[in-house]
Structures are given as structure tokens and as C-alpha cells.
């Protein structure tokens, strides 16, 4: 039999001469070339709307600003990884049709003349292209697995300018087949020829396992947490030293993102007496951040120090904070959750930082147990929150959050110590007292010391301009609290320590609280955690959850 030249094989190749125009391809290489290229554009795109949620600077104005308002919005996250795994299940297959089939002889590199100079860079662009594909995959795949945690930033930053060189991949591929066959040639990626199914088939199925597989591994390889059953639970108090916290299993997880450059690892430990769990969390911060948005005394009046914070996007003067989400029986909740981009609800009011809303579209509730820093923790409780439903935009409401909002409360809680904020000036509604709520107020924050910028209510007096004898430069807490929170608002309790450049904080709540607002803990429950490190909505975050497990007695 003598072997063909595949270059002049006519109709059967997708490469050939100038002219050819009726130039085909079988239906695998039809079937993975457009699997390739959407997957490519939809994780291209989804990827760039999570770079500029990331990244404050393509937020701003300038190309990419508007760039952004043409990527796509909402749950983004959760096409991006489902584009991955369709990426990965098409590459494999496609690499064992080719491998198989013997189809890759026809991508050889072969030495010629200039006659066919065209020929060998679009084989060479062609090449590179599945490189470049597999390298983003690779660096993807890397960040939602947490590997290199201590170099996440430069993973991170390695996964974006691969994204970036798509488009210029695109670009000359483009071009190379045009300089190869004219149209007729880009056209060949649209005309099916019979063969190549004797190999295509089965790897056109090998292909969709692994998409379905890589796309399940969700539920498939989380890791769990054990709940250690305890007779003597801990005390709620920050400190990690009781004897239930020693031989609880601890899980760490790496969190992303918010303002850091690497990865922040939480390390997680849990223990129930049947009726009741604990929870010990712990994460470095090498500065205890307890200064929440002052209130500081000028020459002209009264103003809070802030940097952001009528944009909802705070990150100088705020306090530090840990969130955590349950929910039941879906291991897809976190990136289910969020919607990003400045408009990701239909009639609803743009989101004022301009990145997105936490909300559900299923009807379920995502329970949200948020401790903060100094409004909370004072009250040794963290505020029971949820992700649900989006709820309706209300006229008179500051600030609307779509779905994120708090558990109904019957009393006690905390305020802010003004009446409405304005971003130059406000009236405070309460003076101290005593001189230990006075700090003095730097152009970069205040000394809050130890007990933060937030006094009780009976500490302090009402505000009028006749008794306003605080110099100026001074600054008071912008936090009130009266009593800790009673109703479905109050049923966390949470304590935090903070000592060596560590938070410490223990939680603990019934494991089934009977609450709508709820979710029960159960060998069905994930969880999730994010830091932020003195960041009013900047957090960090991981995506693959701690599945729970009940240790019996």
C-alpha cells in the first residue's frame, strides 16, 4: 500500500494548498475542535469577570473597565469550573483521537521548502495552542485544588496572563489558516466528511466521562471534617487550650483572594454532645485589626474615617471578621451563591462596589454564622445571618444586599453611633462617658486598644452641640451595643482571642435549632469559611467544602 501525503489529499485534510476550498473535516475533529473553542471562550470570559472582582484595578476606568461591562454576570463561577471541566474531558479525548487514530502524523512538524512555510506555522500555532490550553487548565486546576498555597499569588497571576494570551492564540490561528487556504479554509471547520469514527467514537466518549467526572469531583473528593463526640465540651472563651480541643481531628483549609497575596490557611476542629457543636477556628493575621470606621472630632464637625465604605467596599478602617456558611446537601453552594458583576440581578439596584450580590435561585438557605471583631464579639456572639432568595428592593433601605440578610431578632444587638452617614460629616447619637473611649484619631486610623472602637449604650450620653466638649483629633467608637441578641439573630455564640499574630475564635450552636432561618448540622451539611482581614466585602474563600461527619458515642 503507498502511503498518502496528507497535504494533498484534497477534501480529506484540514490543512492543504491555497484554493481549497472544499476542504473538510471528520466528525471527531469537528466534534472536539468546537468543544475546545467554546469551552476556551466561556472559561475566557467568566475568568475575566472573576479577575475583575479580584483585581481592584480593572475596576477602575480606563479599557478594562469597559471590557467589564461586557463580560458576562452572575454565577460565574459556576460556568467557569463547568467550562473547565468540559476543557479537560475535550483535550483528553481529543489527544487519544489523535494519538489512536494516527491522526497526529498530520500535525507533524516537518522541515519544507517555502512552499510550504504556511503549512508548517499553522502545524506550530496549532501545537502551541493546545499547550497554551493545557498550561490555564493546569494553573486552574492548581487554584481550586489549594496547591502551592504559600505561592497563590504568583499561581494566581500565572493563570490570568495565560488567559490573557487566548485571545492573541485565537488571533493568529486565525490568521495562519487564512494564509494557509483562504475562507475556504476556516470554512473546512464546518463541513463534515465521513470517517474517522472507528477511533472518534470512543474518544468522543472517554471525553465526556472525564468532563462529567472532573465535573462531579465536588461531591466526590472533599475532604471531611469529623465532629468529635465530647463529654465535657469547651468553654467559649477564644482559647484553644481545653482538653476537648486535643483530640478533635483538625482540618486546614486554604482561602483565596480578599487582600491577600497568599493563601490564608484556616484550621478548622469541631466537637457535640449529642445536642449542642463547638467549633474552633484559627487563621494568622499579624495585626488585630479592632478600629471599626471611628468617629473622629474635626475642626469643622464630626466625621468616620473611611476609605470606601459608602461604596461598600471598606478596607482601611474595619474590623476583622470570620464567616461561615452551611448548607445542606449541596457541595456546589458557594459557587451557586455568588453573582458577580454591577447588574447580575434583573430589577434590582446595582450593587454600589459594583461586584456582585450573594444570593440563591433554587429557593434554598445558605445558614451564615458571621463573627465580627468588635460589633459582635463583645456580645460573645456571631451574628446568624443567610444567603436565600433575592428579596425585593425597598426605597428607604441604605444599602440592598439581594439575597444576604439577618436572622429576625426580638432585641439586643448593636447600632452605629450616628444618625445618617454622609461621607464628609456626621452627628454622632452618643458621647462617652469616661476618657477609655477616646482614642486619638491619625490620618491612617486610631490606637483602638484592646477592647476596639465600640462602647456599651449606657456608657455614653446623648449627643447635642452644647455638650460636645471632645477636642479635636479625637476619635470615639462608631459601635453601640445594649444586650446580647436574642431571637434567630442570637443563637451563635462566639468568643475570639487574638495573640502571636493569630485569630482564634470558637463558635457553638444547637445542631438543629428547629429555625426555617436554620441549617441543621448533619452528616448531609457543608461548610465553608471565609476571612477578612480588616476588609468590610473583601474576603477570602475556597470553593471545594469540608463535609461533615457526626463521630456517634
Given at each position: 500500500?503507498?502511503?498518502?501525503?496528507?497535504?494533498?489529499?484534497?477534501?480529506?485534510?484540514?490543512?492543504?494548498?491555497?484554493?481549497?476550498?472544499?476542504?473538510?473535516?471528520?466528525?471527531?475533529?469537528?466534534?472536539?475542535?468546537?468543544?475546545?473553542?467554546?469551552?476556551?471562550?466561556?472559561?475566557?470570559?467568566?475568568?475575566?469577570?472573576?479577575?475583575?472582582?479580584?483585581?481592584?484595578?480593572?475596576?477602575?476606568?480606563?479599557?478594562?473597565?469597559?471590557?467589564?461591562?461586557?463580560?458576562?454576570?452572575?454565577?460565574?463561577?459556576?460556568?467557569?469550573?463547568?467550562?473547565?471541566?468540559?476543557?479537560?474531558?475535550?483535550?483528553?479525548?481529543?489527544?487519544?483521537?489523535?494519538?489512536?487514530?494516527?491522526?497526529?502524523?498530520?500535525?507533524?512538524?516537518?522541515?519544507?521548502?517555502?512552499?510550504?512555510?504556511?503549512?508548517?506555522?499553522?502545524?506550530?500555532?496549532?501545537?502551541?495552542?493546545?499547550?497554551?490550553?493545557?498550561?490555564?487548565?493546569?494553573?486552574?486546576?492548581?487554584?481550586?485544588?489549594?496547591?502551592?498555597?504559600?505561592?497563590?499569588?504568583?499561581l494566581r497571576e500565572t493563570h490570568f496572563w495565560l488567559a490573557l494570551a487566548l485571545p492573541a492564540y485565537i488571533t493568529l490561528h486565525l490568521l495562519s489558516h487564512l494564509r494557509l487556504?483562504?475562507?475556504?479554509?476556516?470554512?473546512?471547520?464546518?463541513?463534515?466528511?465521513?470517517?474517522?469514527?472507528?477511533?472518534?467514537?470512543?474518544?468522543?466518549?472517554?471525553?465526556?466521562?472525564?468532563?462529567?467526572?472532573?465535573?462531579?469531583?465536588?461531591?466526590?473528593?472533599?475532604?471531611?471534617?469529623?465532629?468529635?463526640?465530647?463529654?465535657?465540651?469547651?468553654?467559649?472563651?477564644?482559647?484553644?487550650?481545653?482538653?476537648?480541643?486535643?483530640?478533635?481531628?483538625?482540618?486546614?483549609?486554604?482561602?483565596?483572594?480578599?487582600?491577600?497575596?497568599?493563601?490564608?490557611?484556616?484550621?478548622?476542629?469541631?466537637?457535640?454532645?449529642?445536642?449542642?457543636?463547638?467549633?474552633?477556628?484559627?487563621?494568622?493575621?499579624?495585626?488585630?485589626?479592632?478600629?471599626?470606621?471611628?468617629?473622629?472630632?474635626?475642626?469643622?464637625?464630626?466625621?468616620?474615617?473611611?476609605?470606601?465604605?459608602?461604596?461598600?467596599?471598606?478596607?482601611?478602617?474595619?474590623?476583622?471578621?470570620?464567616?461561615?456558611?452551611?448548607?445542606?446537601?449541596?457541595?456546589?453552594?458557594?459557587?451557586?451563591?455568588?453573582?458577580?458583576?454591577?447588574?447580575?440581578?434583573?430589577?434590582?439596584?446595582?450593587?454600589?462596589?459594583?461586584?456582585?450580590?450573594?444570593?440563591?435561585?433554587?429557593?434554598?438557605?445558605?445558614?451564615?454564622?458571621?463573627?465580627?471583631?468588635?460589633?459582635?464579639?463583645?456580645?460573645?456572639?456571631?451574628?446568624?445571618?443567610?444567603?436565600?432568595?433575592?428579596?425585593?428592593?425597598?426605597?428607604?433601605?441604605?444599602?440592598?444586599?439581594?439575597?444576604?440578610?439577618?436572622?429576625?431578632?426580638?432585641?439586643?444587638?448593636?447600632?452605629?453611633?450616628?444618625?445618617?452617614?454622609?461621607?464628609?460629616?456626621?452627628?454622632?447619637?452618643?458621647?462617652?462617658?469616661?476618657?477609655?473611649?477616646?482614642?486619638?484619631?491619625?490620618?491612617?486610623?486610631?490606637?483602638?486598644?484592646?477592647?476596639?472602637?465600640?462602647?456599651?449604650?449606657?456608657?455614653?450620653?446623648?449627643?447635642?452641640?452644647?455638650?460636645?466638649?471632645?477636642?479635636?483629633?479625637?476619635?470615639?467608637?462608631?459601635?453601640?451595643?445594649?444586650?446580647?441578641?436574642?431571637?434567630?439573630?442570637?443563637?451563635?455564640?462566639?468568643?475570639?482571642?487574638?495573640?502571636?499574630?493569630?485569630?482564634?475564635?470558637?463558635?457553638?450552636?444547637?445542631?438543629?435549632?428547629?429555625?426555617?432561618?436554620?441549617?441543621?448540622?448533619?452528616?448531609?451539611?457543608?461548610?465553608?469559611?471565609?476571612?477578612?482581614?480588616?476588609?468590610?466585602?473583601?474576603?477570602?474563600?475556597?470553593?471545594?467544602?469540608?463535609?461533615?461527619?457526626?463521630?456517634?458515642?
Open positions: 500500500m503507498v502511503k498518502s501525503e496528507w497535504w494533498k489529499s484534497g477534501p480529506r485534510a484540514g490543512y492543504g494548498p491555497t484554493g481549497s476550498a472544499g476542504r473538510r473535516v471528520d466528525p471527531p475533529t469537528f466534534c472536539f475542535h468546537w468543544a475546545l473553542a467554546g469551552a476556551a471562550l466561556v472559561s475566557l470570559v467568566t475568568g475575566l469577570r472573576i479577575a475583575a472582582d479580584q483585581r481592584p484595578g480593572l475596576q477602575g476606568e480606563g479599557a478594562w473597565h469597559w471590557l467589564a461591562r461586557l463580560l458576562p454576570q452572575g454565577m460565574v463561577f459556576h460556568w467557569h469550573l463547568l467550562s473547565a471541566a468540559v476543557l479537560m474531558g475535550a483535550l483528553a479525548g481529543y489527544g487519544l483521537f489523535l494519538a489512536a487514530s494516527g491522526e497526529h502524523r498530520r500535525y507533524r512538524i516537518r522541515r519544507a521548502g517555502r512552499a510550504l512555510a504556511g503549512l508548517r506555522t499553522a502545524v506550530i500555532i496549532h501545537w502551541a495552542g493546545l499547550g497554551l490550553l493545557g498550561a490555564t487548565l493546569a494553573t486552574g486546576v492548581g487554584l481550586y485544588f489549594g496547591a502551592l498555597p504559600a505561592a497563590a499569588g504568583a487556504g483562504g475562507p475556504g479554509q476556516l470554512l473546512a471547520m464546518v463541513r463534515i466528511r465521513a470517517g474517522g469514527l472507528a477511533w472518534g467514537l470512543p474518544a468522543l466518549a472517554a471525553g465526556a466521562l472525564m468532563a462529567v467526572v472532573a465535573g462531579r469531583v465536588d461531591t466526590t473528593f472533599n475532604p471531611t471534617l469529623l465532629i468529635a463526640h465530647a463529654t465535657a465540651p469547651p468553654r467559649l472563651d477564644g482559647n484553644a487550650g481545653d482538653p476537648a480541643w486535643a483530640t478533635a481531628p483538625a482540618v486546614i483549609v486554604d482561602t483565596h483572594m480578599g487582600l491577600q497575596e497568599t493563601a490564608i490557611p484556616v484550621t478548622v476542629r469541631a466537637v457535640h454532645d449529642n445536642e449542642r457543636a463547638w467549633w474552633l477556628f484559627s487563621w494568622p493575621d499579624s495585626s488585630r485589626s479592632l478600629a471599626h470606621l471611628p468617629v473622629s472630632k474635626t475642626t469643622t464637625g464630626w466625621q468616620v474615617l473611611h476609605d470606601g465604605f459608602e461604596q461598600d467596599d471598606e478596607r482601611t478602617h474595619y474590623e476583622d471578621k470570620l464567616a461561615v456558611m452551611l448548607a445542606a446537601r449541596n457541595p456546589w453552594a458557594a459557587r451557586t451563591s455568588i453573582h458577580l458583576g454591577s447588574s447580575p440581578l434583573n430589577g434590582a439596584p446595582s450593587p454600589r462596589h459594583g461586584r456582585g450580590y450573594h444570593y440563591t435561585t433554587d429557593g434554598a438557605r445558605h445558614d451564615l454564622w458571621h463573627w465580627k471583631a468588635v460589633r459582635s464579639d463583645t456580645l460573645f456572639q456571631a451574628d446568624d445571618q443567610s444567603f436565600g432568595p433575592p428579596e425585593p428592593a425597598h426605597a428607604l433601605a441604605p444599602r440592598y444586599t439581594a439575597g444576604y440578610r439577618s436572622d429576625p431578632r426580638m432585641s439586643g444587638g448593636y447600632k452605629a453611633n450616628w444618625n445618617w452617614f454622609r461621607a464628609h460629616t456626621v452627628t454622632p447619637k452618643r458621647l462617652p462617658l469616661s476618657s477609655r473611649h477616646r482614642f486619638p484619631a491619625t490620618t491612617d486610623g486610631v490606637d483602638a486598644g484592646p477592647r476596639g472602637t465600640v462602647m456599651r449604650w449606657s456608657d455614653g450620653f446623648p449627643y447635642t452641640s452644647n455638650t460636645d466638649r471632645i477636642p479635636a483629633g479625637t476619635a470615639i467608637p462608631a459601635v453601640l451595643t445594649t444586650q446580647p441578641m436574642e431571637g434567630d439573630r442570637g443563637h451563635v455564640g462566639a468568643r475570639g482571642r487574638w495573640a502571636d499574630g493569630r485569630w482564634t475564635v470558637e463558635m457553638s450552636r444547637d445542631l438543629d435549632t428547629g429555625s426555617p432561618f436554620d441549617v441543621a448540622i448533619t452528616d448531609d451539611t457543608h461548610l465553608w469559611v471565609s476571612v477578612f482581614d480588616h476588609s468590610q466585602t473583601r474576603h477570602t474563600y475556597h470553593l471545594r467544602p469540608l463535609r461533615l461527619r457526626l463521630e456517634r458515642p
